[in-house]
């Protein structure tokens, strides 16, 4: 079951890698990680999505709480009912020639993608959704176009309603 | 306006947190530092011989003192060589602040000299750690350290300072300290939930078979009072985990002796009856245990902890309180005390009935040889000596387990071992920081000719500061342990384990300038351990040659249930 947990820690030095290397020692996976500091610039905010049951996201949370520079931990189901979440994804394609540019330009249109790069033989596409949808988006390019190389951020998500990391 | 260097900055740091014994081992990066030390009045630097032994020695003096233990290691391997010993604190949660050197800030990254990330070798390891980045960060940071190692669930804490934060030339104005640290993200709970404790102590007082398991976070946090003042008001029988010994006095008709692997077979039977096991500090670790899926299956838990994520990490809590054993403890007394609460006299009359039967098969019964002296024989003939009062360091296999049967304490903070991590090596140290901590007391040492030669080194310590303690090797020419597993689960096959090669132990300490006594027959075993304790300002070697193949019994049997035991060779 994947499960994203949000934490909000204190931008001190290694702090970070104390948050990373607390998954490796104890065995938990981490899918994906975003991290950037926050509006108040002495904290950070890492969004990790994970793969696991309840208990070991719980033994999890627990963990990273006992990391000093932790202010709060929180965790949710990977589901869009709980959580707004949205994924960065760029892809180089090959576009050669007209018919197969017109093509990928439809696609995006579809999809609602844009083309931010254009070489005459490439381009960048540019995809921000859910991962699930980043994940359709790019198996359509892959049918359509031979891809180059492709770049995701990982999960950045935030709970709905009034559920909030800082206290 | 006080202005100073960094490395007058370490020394009046640690001077104004109290600290008088310091531990340390010199080198390149923290020379500035040991010159700024020749100014301090107040502070004692003891100089080990390697920084493992200076680490563990910090370590012992904080379990047998409650103060935090503190140490000074160069850079490199300085650094690394105090790795076990973190770990060593880490898993035993002893608090300890542990200061490195470090090459200069421009140098980081460049794999100059004795250069070590030595913050990232012990992030497993430690509570917290910090890497200064100026002078003014070392007072504020050696505070933060302190406070964390102190508070919470305690832990070690390092700092790692760069040869440029002390440079004597560059002076600040020293920041005075300003009453207690406080830090944004940390703030341990202590008090339990009031909800929970009242259930709690309802839940004690309804059960007709509780028991009380008391751990290390018992000893941490001073509750000897509180958990004896429990068993009595209730009538409950009291097991101890490794780490909690001492916390409930030993020989007390209450006390079923320790639990788990190496536990005795009343504790285990106990807990295995058990129908509410009442859990203060302890962290369930596999020792323990024995197999989960068949532990206390008949007992709800109610499971004190400072620590959140040490319940239901491995047993399952029916019901968690998180905090200061000692607080925790002190509101269920006044929660018995509000609703009235007092023993279930008959309940407890049946299940004392049924514990005295346990008890009857006198588990730790052995068999005597006139010709040749049982290891058990050597821990008792010292518990006799020294009426049973004094702090025992240990180091690790069957000695260890042998001195957590046999030797009855008491008292907490005075049986110093490393439970958690199982460190070979650490017992020698360790009592020479208790020494250290606590002149008066008899400080021994129980340890084995493997563990011993692990940090044989500090011998020469003890002569520089007159460190008199009293070390009994258990020698049984094998590393004992390790041959009870392979004769009991390797078809007998020895396998490296045998120490045919041992020094000459008496030669030994009189070439430190020690005294040395060896012990061949039983019947020399009491004249010589009273000859040892007699010589109050020596440092006293005592080799006994015990049996090869004596076995530490009871021991649960792998994968079954805490009352499925080995009680005899048989």
Sequence with gaps: ?167 | MTMMSGAQMVVRTLEDLGVESLFGYPGGAVLDIYDALLESKKIKHILGRHEQGVAHAADGYARATGKVGVCLVTSGPGATNTVTSIATAYMDSIPMVILTGQVGTPLIGSDAFQEVDTVGITRPIVKHSYLCQCALDIPKYIRQAFYLASTGRPGPVVVDIPKDCVRPSMRFEYPEPEGEVKMRAYNPTTQGHKGQVKRAARMIAEASHPIMLVGGGAQLSGAKDEVRAIAKRFNIPVTSTLMGLGVYPSTDRQFLGMLGMHGTYEANNAMDKADLVFAVGCRFDDRVTNNLAKFCPAAKIVHIDIDPASISKTVNADLPIVGDAKIVLNQFIDAFNEFDLKENTEAMKSWWTEIEKFRHIDCLNYRHDENMIQPQEIIESVYRTTDGKAIIATDVGQHQMFTALYYKFDEPRHFLTSGGLGTMGYGFPAAIGAKIGCPDAQVCLFTGDGSFQMNIQELSTCLEYGIPVKIFILDNHTLGMVRQWQRMFYKGHISSTNLNSNPDFIALAKAYGHEGIRVEKPSELDDAVKKAISMKDKLVIVDILCNTDAKVLPMQQSGGSMSDMFLSEE
């Design chain 1, 1 to 167: 079951m994947r499960q994203i947990i949000s934490i909000l820690l204190e931008n001190e030095v290694g702090a970070l890698s104390r948050v990373v290397g607390l998954f490796s020692q104890r065995g938990y996976s981490i899918e994906n990680i975003t991290a950037a500091p926050t509006e108040d610039a002495a904290l950070s905010r890492i969004t990790i999505l994970t793969d696991g049951d309840e208990a070991i996201v719980e033994r999890i949370t627990k963990q990273l709480h006992k990391l000093v520079n932790v202010i709060k931990v929180s965790s949710k189901q990977d589901d869009s009912s709980n959580i707004v979440s949205r994924e960065i994804l760029f892809v180089k394609v090959q576009a050669i020639g007209h018919t197969q540019r017109e093509e990928i330009k439809t696609l995006c249109d579809i999809f609602k993608a844009q083309i931010v790069d254009i070489t005459p033989e490439l381009y960048i596409l540019q995809y921000v959704d859910t991962s699930f949808e980043v994940d359709r988006f790019l198996k359509a390019v892959k049918e359509q176009a031979e891809v180059v190389e492709t770049v995701r951020s990982g999960v950045c998500g935030i709970f709905r309603g009034e559920q909030s990391l800082h206290s």
